[in-house]
């Protein structure tokens, strides 16, 4: 039985690491399917991800996991080996828009989003049908100004039930608390329709717009304490001019933004991004 999986790697870079990380995998059985790797010459860490071919199952997982450690130690790794097979558990978080959802839940149909979705959270119940209509749980949790903690403990709650492993912004408007962001950190992924850093915040088209600008833009990022800061994992363009107005840059944007979310939640699920501080190594 043939079983896949993947090797991430974060350390500071030194000689041998790939020629330890590779006699390993070999002794192991194993045969290297795909292989990234990337050394940042600027703060001297070295990124690295393998996808690994064995003649095995998934139970294998531990005994590689606990083999690995002696070399990880050594080059004072961070690391993760990820069975391929398990399909990650994404709770998807929407509020009014559609487009962003529509989008994902048809390439989810499509299989080109290898994951579970068991459930739909909005603050909102204007998408609850379209839920329906894929057979996925729907819980509305609305976001009140006078008690917002009370809500999202509800939200948090609703999240560890699902045993998410990954949780998307899929153009929910609202602003997440700390605890949330740090319980997930790494794992809460949001598509914000700008070209961040710039307009970060509400209307950023309409910011855009009163600005001139001649580009805009959608950024597919994770999820930090600071509003629309965390690390990027995606963006995408698209040229306007002097004759579009702000419904236009809006119409525009859906179809960037939809693109974007969708790609970077793909690496996501293919353990292709690689976070280091503020920043993001994306084997795409």
């Given at each position: 039985m043939s079983h896949l999986f993947r090797l991430v790697v974060s350390c500071p870079?030194?000689?041998?690491?790939?020629?330890?990380?590779?006699?390993?995998?070999?002794?192991?059985?194993?045969s290297i399917t795909e292989a990234n790797q990337h050394s940042d010459l600027a703060t001297g860490r070295f990124f690295m991800r393998y996808e690994i071919q064995m003649d095995t199952d998934a139970s294998r997982a531990e005994v590689l996991r606990q083999a690995f450690r002696p070399i990880a130690q050594r080059f004072e790794m961070d690391w993760a080996l990820h069975d391929a097979?398990?399909?990650?558990?994404?709770?998807?978080?929407?509020?009014?828009?559609s487009h962003c959802l529509v989008d994902l839940l048809y390439r989810w149909k499509a299989g080109e989003l290898d994951c579970e979705i068991p459930l739909i959270v909005s603050n909102h119940e204007d998408l609850k049908p379209l839920a329906d209509w894929h057979g996925i749980p729907f819980q509305h949790v609305p976001v009140r100004v006078d008690d917002k903690e009370t809500d999202f403990a509800e939200v948090e709650r609703l999240v560890d039930e699902a045993e998410a492993d990954c949780v998307v912004l899929a153009r929910y408007m609202q602003i997440l608390p700390p605890r949330l962001c740090?319980?997930?950190?790494?794992?809460?992924?949001?598509?914000h329709h700008s070209f961040l850093p710039s307009f970060a915040g509400a209307r950023p088209y309409h910011q855009a717009y009163e600005r001139g600008v001649k580009l805009i833009g959608a950024t597919c990022h994770y999820v930090t304490e600071e509003l629309d800061a965390g690390p990027i994992i995606e963006q995408d363009i698209h040229r306007v001019s002097h004759c579009h107005t702000p419904d236009d840059l809006v119409r525009f944007g859906r179809d960037v933004e939809k693109a974007v979310l969708a790609r970077g939640l793909r690496w996501h699920l293919q353990d292709r991004v690689l976070i280091h501080g503020n920043k993001t190594v994306v084997f795409a």
């Open positions: 870079d030194r000689l041998g690491i790939v020629a330890q990380v590779s006699g390993f995998i070999a002794s192991q059985g194993g097979s398990r399909r990650k558990r994404v709770v998807l978080m929407v509020s009014k828009a740090e319980r997930y950190a790494g794992r809460i992924i949001n598509i």
